[in-house]
């Protein structure tokens, strides 16, 4: 089978070095799709990119740990990391993956029965994974819980182990504090069935959640939120660089707030995700054909804006 589209799904990076998750598909059969995670090295402006990772299966979501590990997670419930971890559990049977021209000796676990679609941690022995079936699941660096959470989440994010936010659709935004998780309440103006697309966190106090309606909301579990949207917009994702904050508004273009206003940075490209590397934030297109890109903004190099062709 050949594979006709090929998308950036996510961005991550530690030092220098940057990686990007791609999907590839065959739109005649777009459940068929494999996955690859591709370092890229920028060099005398040009990027050049290798297998890092190879999957048979999509791969949704990745996240670096503390000690520059990848951890990464697939369609098929398996996670995949660099650390040098022991899993109990094998990977999915019918899995095939390789290192690309890389000497790498992943660690692949099957950790769930199904799609795996999100990441973040604090360690590599403090890791959430969260699954489209509801369920997220937690590894201390030696087993796996399982707690159960509402179906179709969104984005993971957090500060601290003991400060940890899943939101999805449903008007679903849940909250770790150490010791369980607890639904969030929503503001009077905002639907309860919203979807929420992206959340991030800056700190236990500043929390920024994104919805599909337009709402923005700020504040954090224990003191509550404030909506600052408007339903002229759609928010896909959220990012920060710098204590600025940026949006992705889909055909509206990228944002950043500035105050309680939404100013229109580049009003192209159809962003759909927002994504942080250390010195930059990345917006990746809903559209990237016919090769895989995404736009960086690096505030402090000489071109702060650049398109990414991986």
Not at 235 to 245: C, L, N, P
Request: hydrophobic share 40%.
């Amino acid at each position: 089978m050949s594979y006709e589209v090929v998308h950036v799904i996510d961005i991550a990076g530690v030092k220098q070095t940057d990686y990007a998750l791609t999907t590839y598909y065959n739109e005649s059969a777009p459940q068929m799709a494999v996955g690859s995670v591709q370092r890229l090295i920028r060099q005398n402006g040009v990027t050049n990119s290798k297998t890092f990772l190879g999957a048979n299966f999509q791969l949704n979501a990745m996240w670096v740990s503390d000690t520059g590990n990848l951890w990464v997670v697939d369609d098929q419930g398996d996670v995949f990391t660099t650390a040098e971890v022991t899993f109990k559990q094998a990977p999915f049977n019918l899995l095939k993956f390789n290192s690309g021209s890389f000497d790498i000796n992943w660690q692949v676990t099957e950790a769930f029965k199904g799609q795996l679609n999100g990441i973040w941690g604090t360690t590599d022995s403090d890791v959430w994974v969260t699954s489209f079936a509801g369920p997220a699941l937690h590894w201390n660096g030696s087993d796996w819980t399982e707690y159960v959470l509402p179906q179709a989440p969104n984005a993971i994010d957090g500060s601290a182990s003991d400060d940890v936010y899943i939101v999805g659709y449903h008007g679903n935004i849940h909250h770790f504090d150490g010791n369980g998780w607890q639904k969030v309440a929503l503001p009077d103006n905002v639907k309860i069935d919203d979807a929420f697309t992206d959340v991030k966190v800056i700190s236990s106090t500043l929390v920024y959640i994104t919805g599909r309606s337009g709402c923005l909301l700020v504040g954090n579990a224990r003191d509550g939120f404030k909506d600052l949207g408007s339903a002229q917009y759609s928010w896909y994702g959220v990012g920060a660089i710098q204590e600025r904050i940026f949006l992705a508004g889909g055909e509206a273009g990228i944002f950043e707030l500035v105050g309680s206003k939404f100013i229109c940075l580049k009003d192209k490209g159809q962003p759909v995700g927002v994504f942080e590397t250390p010195n930059a934030v990345n917006f990746i297109p809903a559209e990237q054909q016919p090769n895989p890109w995404f736009v960086r903004y690096e505030p402090s190099a000489t071109r702060e804006w650049i398109k990414v062709n991986t």
